[in-house]
DNA sequence: TGTACATCAGTGAACGCGCGTTCACTGATGTAC
DNA sequence: TGTACATCAGTGAACGCGCGTTCACTGATGTAC
């Protein structure tokens, strides 16, 4: 095996283990100590391949939402109404974060990168092209099902995955009484009042 | 001045000045030596007057609980839709949170919690009061405006407050895009699909 | 194919720091007579 | 009213700990001839 695979494997391991032990414990509670050992190699590989804990986060992110993308796009080729296709994408946020734990990992990282100017500028320009690309898949949906909505669809996807994350979060303090279903049923009332029919005169 | 007024006052300033620094630093970032030095007193004064930092945050949360009170009292008693309520009730949570620092606040202690069994407990109980107490209120408002949510209210208020909280939350990373506006028709929208008219035939 | 040197991923120990918590103490306030 | 003692809110220093980051080093891999 070559240096630059083993290299890359290690990579790889790291990302993995952090992936793991950032749920486990949280942003903060996660030492690179940890994530190391777990992974069976020293803090000094983690900064061998990262330039920092900020920087390791952001590739467990990185590949959280590479991970997601095939999802994504199996949901966009699913045909029904509006209000179907919102209940699977609130049902696939549970299944994706069932306590809530990397919604909470998430914003731990956004608070610590409050006094972190790079940290947190990574953090928006990867929460804006998530939204960006989101809401190009909402838009196509929606013209499918013959419907629109009244704000641009950025603000769509970004509003959407806010609330989602907010009701994520619910679930990690009382998961008894924050069921998927009533994730499912509130985000299936936000599309409700969001969407309306497409006038059939209107041109856009 | 009786010592026990002394105390009360010294109290007193440690909330305030812990309110302030949690605000401005966040749960992890701020330190206890902080808000004591920013109170004019000493770490050892903090520990007189609460048991450990959740203990302090407690505190805080409980403060912050009862000095919105009021406000919900108010909104109680302002008539119209249930639309123009839902929108008032997220301009009053963009006001008392207007940077989302609370809510993230709120959230990293949460993600400290979840290892500290009594600190968890505490803050669930906390919500749970929270949202019975809201619950309430919605309901009365939603019989006085001829609708019904078809779920219990406490639900209702559980996911209301953690879709408000998310769309804070996202302001906090991102506040050029999540405009208060934007926050308020998002919420209106939950609100405008959930809600569906009584049917006057109905005995509940 | 073999040799001599260069590279560099990962090691292991140290560094600098600051945290939450504890505790012996102090001196102003409170209490009993 | 005055005195002697008790209380205890707040001080200041220390404790124990573990964090993220740095760095001199090593030894296996890569390269040049």
Known sequence: MTRDERKARTRE????????????????AATLDGIALAAGVTKGAVYSNFASKAELFLAVLD???EWRAPQFERARQVSGT???LARQHARNAVADDPDGRWASVLVEAWAA???????RLALR????????SVGT????????CGVEFP???ESVSQASGAMLRGLLLQRLIDPDRVSAELVEEAF?????GMVRPVSEGETR
């Open 137 to 144: 898949h909402v838009q196509e949906i929606a013209e499918r």
């Open 125 to 132: 320009a990867r929460t804006r092209a998530a939204n960006a």
């Open 151 to 153: 704000h641009p669809m």
């Open 113 to 119: 990168a409050v006094d972190d100017e790079p940290f």
């Open 82 to 84: 509006i209000e179907d």
């Open 63 to 65: 590949a959280r939402t």
């Open 13 to 28: 391991r790291l990302l993995e283990t952090a992936r793991e032990v950032l749920l486990e414990r949280g942003y903060n």
């Open 188 to 192: 299936a009332a936000f599309v409700r």
